[in-house]
């Protein structure tokens, strides 16, 4: 059974920063991308990076693109999502997803975690 844990949300000011973790358990080769999305209230789910196994290869939506970067310990099992110069807008619930793709939507990802709060206070 495939889990994941996201860890390192928060409250910050805006301009500020914030590491996100998720750690991976029973993951294998087959599901070789995890990535973030996010969800603001009343708002969709949005995309926000993703990284394939060997980390090599990025995507990240263009609203956050120079300022977040995700980063992927294959060995264990755990991304991460570096957020710089925090902005009012990226506040959301950030979801760790985990699939077989690189995709800028949510249905071909197969493994969500629960969710971890990132509020930035303008």
């Known amino acids: 059974q495939v889990q994941l844990v996201e860890s390192g949300g928060g409250l910050v000011q805006a301009g500020g920063s914030l590491r996100l973790s998720c750690a991976a358990s029973a993951l294998t080769l087959t599901w070789n991308v995890m990535g973030w999305f996010r969800q603001a209230p009343g708002k969709e789910r949005e995309f926000v990076a993703a990284?394939?196994?060997?980390?090599?290869?990025?995507s990240y939506a263009d609203s956050v693109k120079g300022r977040f970067t995700i980063s992927r310990d294959s060995a264990e099992n755990t991304v991460y999502l570096q957020m710089n110069s925090l902005k009012f807008e990226d506040t959301a619930v950030y979801y760790c997803?985990?699939?077989?793709?690189?995709?800028?939507?949510?249905?071909?990802?197969?493994?969500w975690g629960q969710g971890t709060q990132v509020t930035v206070s303008s």
């Open positions: 990284v394939n196994w060997s980390g090599r290869r990025t």
């Open positions: 997803t985990a699939g077989r793709v690189i995709a800028t939507l949510p249905a071909p990802y197969d493994y």
